[in-house]
Nanobody, 114 residues
């Protein structure tokens, strides 16, 4: 069982930055695949960025603006979001895949402040 907790959501302006965190109490070093997804109003959930032992991957919509990283010693995964655009506000979810089972956090809201 993997329990994920996102934090760091809030109000953002176009051009601004925000860092999201995903905590996995216990240990995430055994989890090879972790990712960030988002769901905008009226849209289906979409993959934003993923990280494995082989590297990172990004959707075209965030490539060059977002950075996914993880700190196994702190049991944390991050999503650094820069140069935010009006399409970025959404509920952001972190996920982890362990032994072919997908786990999800409850989501953290990123809202447009304008």
């Amino acid at each position: 069982q993997v329990h994920l907790v996102e934090s760091g959501g809030g109000l953002v302006q176009a051009g601004g930055s925000l860092t999201l965190s995903c905590g996995a109490p216990g240990s995430i070093f055994s989890i090879n695949t972790m990712a960030w997804y988002r769901q905008r109003p009226g849209k289906s959930r979409e993959l934003v960025a993923g990280i494995t032992s082989a590297g990172t991957d990004y959707s075209d919509s965030v490539q060059g603006r977002f950075t996914i990283s993880r700190d196994n010693a702190k049991n944390l995964m991050y999503l650094q979001m820069n140069s935010l655009i009006p399409e970025d506000p959404a509920v952001y979810y972190c996920s982890a895949t362990l032994k072919r089972v997908d786990y999800w956090g409850q989501g953290t809201q990123v809202n447009d402040s304008s």
